[in-house]
Protein backbone atom coordinates (compact mmCIF):
# COMPACT_ATOMS: atom_id res chain seq x y z
CA UNK A 1 0.00 0.00 0.00
CA UNK A 2 0.97 3.77 -0.71
CA UNK A 3 2.23 5.23 2.84
CA UNK A 4 1.48 8.27 3.79
CA UNK A 5 3.03 11.35 1.05
CA UNK A 6 4.29 14.74 1.98
CA UNK A 7 5.28 18.09 0.14
CA UNK A 8 7.72 20.06 -0.15
CA UNK A 9 10.62 17.76 0.84
CA UNK A 10 12.68 20.89 2.13
CA UNK A 11 11.97 24.27 1.58
CA UNK A 12 14.03 27.24 2.54
CA UNK A 13 12.63 30.48 3.63
CA UNK A 14 13.41 33.62 5.41
CA UNK A 15 11.91 34.92 8.99
CA UNK A 16 8.65 36.40 9.07
CA UNK A 17 7.74 34.56 5.91
CA UNK A 18 4.84 32.26 5.57
CA UNK A 19 5.46 28.50 4.58
CA UNK A 20 2.56 25.52 3.67
CA UNK A 21 3.11 21.96 4.30
CA UNK A 22 1.07 19.32 3.03
CA UNK A 23 0.21 15.35 3.58
CA UNK A 24 -1.47 12.73 2.20
CA UNK A 25 -2.50 9.81 4.79
CA UNK A 26 -2.59 6.04 4.09
CA UNK A 27 -6.35 5.51 2.90
CA UNK A 28 -8.50 4.74 5.25
CA UNK A 29 -6.58 6.17 8.24
CA UNK A 30 -8.55 7.94 10.42
CA UNK A 31 -6.56 9.89 12.97
CA UNK A 32 -3.19 12.18 11.19
CA UNK A 33 -0.74 13.82 13.23
CA UNK A 34 1.88 16.26 12.74
CA UNK A 35 5.20 16.13 14.93
CA UNK A 36 8.04 18.80 15.23
CA UNK A 37 11.55 17.48 14.64
CA UNK A 38 13.96 19.56 15.69
CA UNK A 39 17.54 18.32 15.02
CA UNK A 40 19.06 16.02 17.80
CA UNK A 41 15.58 15.63 19.45
CA UNK A 42 12.34 13.11 19.39
CA UNK A 43 9.53 14.15 17.39
CA UNK A 44 7.42 16.63 19.44
CA UNK A 45 3.34 16.55 18.67
CA UNK A 46 2.01 19.93 17.61
CA UNK A 47 -2.01 18.64 16.18
CA UNK A 48 -3.85 15.50 16.13
CA UNK A 49 -7.19 14.88 13.84
CA UNK A 50 -9.48 12.20 14.29
CA UNK A 51 -11.56 12.10 10.60
CA UNK A 52 -11.52 16.05 10.52
CA UNK A 53 -11.86 17.33 14.23
CA UNK A 54 -9.13 18.21 16.52
CA UNK A 55 -8.51 15.62 19.32
CA UNK A 56 -5.19 17.51 20.62
CA UNK A 57 -3.82 20.78 19.54
CA UNK A 58 -2.35 21.76 22.58
CA UNK A 59 1.21 21.86 21.81
CA UNK A 60 0.31 23.69 18.64
CA UNK A 61 2.05 27.67 19.07
CA UNK A 62 -1.76 28.85 17.91
CA UNK A 63 -0.74 32.92 17.19
CA UNK A 64 1.61 31.66 14.23
CA UNK A 65 0.49 27.87 13.09
CA UNK A 66 -2.42 26.56 11.95
CA UNK A 67 -3.71 23.29 10.79
CA UNK A 68 -6.61 21.48 8.98
CA UNK A 69 -7.95 18.35 7.74
CA UNK A 70 -10.78 19.26 4.91
CA UNK A 71 -12.95 15.95 4.67
CA UNK A 72 -11.18 13.91 6.95
CA UNK A 73 -8.15 13.16 4.58
CA UNK A 74 -5.81 15.47 2.81
CA UNK A 75 -4.09 17.85 5.46
CA UNK A 76 -2.19 21.50 5.56
CA UNK A 77 0.02 22.69 8.48
CA UNK A 78 1.15 26.39 7.94
CA UNK A 79 3.24 29.07 9.86
CA UNK A 80 2.61 32.47 9.98
CA UNK A 81 5.43 34.52 10.29
CA UNK A 82 8.45 31.81 10.24
CA UNK A 83 10.54 32.11 13.50
CA UNK A 84 14.29 30.83 13.51
CA UNK A 85 13.52 28.36 16.20
CA UNK A 86 10.91 26.90 13.80
CA UNK A 87 13.50 25.81 11.72
CA UNK A 88 12.97 21.64 12.31
CA UNK A 89 11.47 18.70 10.57
CA UNK A 90 7.74 18.30 10.07
CA UNK A 91 6.20 15.06 10.24
CA UNK A 92 2.70 14.09 9.02
CA UNK A 93 1.86 10.36 10.73
CA UNK A 94 -1.85 8.60 10.30
CA UNK A 95 -2.93 5.61 12.05
CA UNK A 96 -5.81 2.96 11.11
CA UNK A 97 -7.78 3.49 14.57
CA UNK A 98 -8.17 6.34 17.13
CA UNK A 99 -9.56 6.79 20.35
CA UNK A 100 -8.18 4.51 22.95
CA UNK A 101 -7.09 1.87 20.07
CA UNK A 102 -3.70 0.98 20.25
CA UNK A 103 -2.08 0.88 17.39
CA UNK A 104 1.26 1.84 15.26
CA UNK A 105 1.68 5.62 13.59
CA UNK A 106 3.03 5.38 9.74
CA UNK A 107 5.20 8.18 9.33
CA UNK A 108 6.39 10.41 6.25
CA UNK A 109 9.36 11.34 4.90
CA UNK A 110 9.04 14.42 6.33
CA UNK A 111 9.98 18.22 5.53
CA UNK A 112 12.90 19.69 6.07
CA UNK A 113 12.12 23.52 6.88
CA UNK A 114 14.58 25.86 7.44
CA UNK A 115 14.16 29.66 8.26
CA UNK A 116 16.76 32.29 7.74
CA UNK B 1 7.94 17.99 27.12
CA UNK B 2 9.11 14.78 26.02
CA UNK B 3 8.53 11.45 28.23
CA UNK B 4 10.81 9.22 27.56
CA UNK B 5 15.08 9.50 28.31
CA UNK B 6 17.03 7.17 26.29
CA UNK B 7 20.22 5.97 27.26
CA UNK B 8 22.76 5.55 25.76
CA UNK B 9 22.49 8.54 23.92
CA UNK B 10 25.14 7.30 21.55
CA UNK B 11 26.62 3.29 21.20
CA UNK B 12 28.65 2.09 18.16
CA UNK B 13 29.24 -1.29 18.20
CA UNK B 14 31.16 -3.68 15.23
CA UNK B 15 28.78 -6.07 13.19
CA UNK B 16 27.66 -9.68 14.83
CA UNK B 17 27.85 -7.66 18.22
CA UNK B 18 24.15 -7.24 20.17
CA UNK B 19 23.43 -3.51 20.83
CA UNK B 20 21.54 -2.56 24.31
CA UNK B 21 19.24 0.65 24.91
CA UNK B 22 16.94 1.89 27.60
CA UNK B 23 14.56 3.97 27.64
CA UNK B 24 12.61 5.55 31.23
CA UNK B 25 9.64 7.60 31.46
CA UNK B 26 7.76 9.50 33.87
CA UNK B 27 3.91 9.04 33.92
CA UNK B 28 1.88 5.67 32.99
CA UNK B 29 1.43 4.20 29.90
CA UNK B 30 -1.18 2.53 28.04
CA UNK B 31 2.09 1.15 25.82
CA UNK B 32 5.41 1.76 24.84
CA UNK B 33 6.60 1.60 21.15
CA UNK B 34 10.37 1.23 19.73
CA UNK B 35 10.83 3.41 16.35
CA UNK B 36 14.15 3.61 14.39
CA UNK B 37 14.96 6.62 12.12
CA UNK B 38 17.45 6.85 9.50
CA UNK B 39 18.00 9.04 6.63
CA UNK B 40 16.86 6.94 3.99
CA UNK B 41 13.38 5.22 5.37
CA UNK B 42 12.09 7.94 7.69
CA UNK B 43 10.75 7.06 10.91
CA UNK B 44 9.57 3.48 10.96
CA UNK B 45 7.65 1.30 13.74
CA UNK B 46 9.57 -1.44 15.36
CA UNK B 47 7.83 -3.15 18.15
CA UNK B 48 5.01 -2.09 20.73
CA UNK B 49 4.68 -3.38 24.03
CA UNK B 50 1.31 -3.08 26.39
CA UNK B 51 1.42 -1.94 29.26
CA UNK B 52 0.25 -5.53 30.89
CA UNK B 53 3.23 -7.56 28.88
CA UNK B 54 7.09 -7.70 30.20
CA UNK B 55 8.52 -8.88 26.74
CA UNK B 56 8.23 -9.06 23.42
CA UNK B 57 10.43 -9.99 20.50
CA UNK B 58 9.96 -9.15 16.73
CA UNK B 59 12.90 -11.03 14.80
CA UNK B 60 16.54 -10.14 16.02
CA UNK B 61 14.66 -7.54 18.46
CA UNK B 62 13.75 -8.29 22.05
CA UNK B 63 11.76 -5.35 24.43
CA UNK B 64 11.07 -5.77 27.92
CA UNK B 65 8.88 -3.47 30.09
CA UNK B 66 9.21 -3.23 33.72
CA UNK B 67 6.09 -0.82 34.39
CA UNK B 68 7.17 -0.41 38.38
CA UNK B 69 10.52 0.93 37.96
CA UNK B 70 9.04 2.96 34.18
CA UNK B 71 11.80 1.82 31.90
CA UNK B 72 11.79 -0.10 28.97
CA UNK B 73 15.22 -1.74 26.95
CA UNK B 74 15.43 -2.79 23.29
CA UNK B 75 18.30 -5.26 22.62
CA UNK B 76 19.20 -6.06 18.73
CA UNK B 77 21.01 -9.28 18.41
CA UNK B 78 23.66 -9.93 15.81
CA UNK B 79 23.50 -6.02 14.38
CA UNK B 80 24.04 -5.34 10.90
CA UNK B 81 25.90 -2.03 9.39
CA UNK B 82 21.74 -1.57 8.24
CA UNK B 83 21.05 -1.72 11.61
CA UNK B 84 22.92 2.09 11.92
CA UNK B 85 20.13 4.53 12.56
CA UNK B 86 18.89 6.35 15.34
CA UNK B 87 16.32 4.74 17.63
CA UNK B 88 13.60 5.88 19.88
CA UNK B 89 11.31 5.09 22.75
CA UNK B 90 7.60 6.45 22.13
CA UNK B 91 4.82 6.45 25.20
CA UNK B 92 0.77 6.70 25.28
CA UNK B 93 -0.82 7.16 28.07
CA UNK B 94 -4.32 6.39 29.04
CA UNK B 95 -5.72 10.19 27.85
CA UNK B 96 -8.15 10.01 24.80
CA UNK B 97 -5.62 10.81 22.33
CA UNK B 98 -3.06 7.94 21.61
CA UNK B 99 -0.11 10.51 20.06
CA UNK B 100 3.00 9.36 20.73
CA UNK B 101 5.48 11.42 23.01
CA UNK B 102 9.34 10.10 22.09
CA UNK B 103 12.61 10.61 23.76
CA UNK B 104 15.80 11.89 22.32
CA UNK B 105 16.83 8.81 21.16
CA UNK B 106 20.07 6.59 21.18
CA UNK B 107 22.52 6.69 17.84
CA UNK B 108 23.47 3.34 16.86
CA UNK B 109 26.82 2.99 14.68
CA UNK B 110 27.67 -0.77 13.81
CA UNK B 111 30.67 -1.18 11.93
CA UNK B 112 31.63 -3.58 9.89
Known amino acids: EAGVAQSPRYKIIEKRQSVAFWCNPI?????LYWYQQILGQGPKLLIQ????????DSQLPKDRFSAERLKGVDSTLKIQPAKLEDSAVYLC??????????????FGPGTRLTVL | SQQGEEDPQALSIQEGENATMNCSYK?????LQWYRQNSGRGLVHLIL?????REKHSGRLRVTLDTSKKSSSLLITASRAADTASYFC????????????FGKGTTLSVSS
Open chain 2, 90 to 101: ATVGYQAGTALI
Open chain 1, 93 to 106: ASSLLGGRAINEQF
Open chain 2, 27 to 31: TSINN
Open chain 1, 27 to 31: SGHAT
Open chain 1, 49 to 56: FQNNGVVD
Open chain 2, 49 to 53: IRSNE
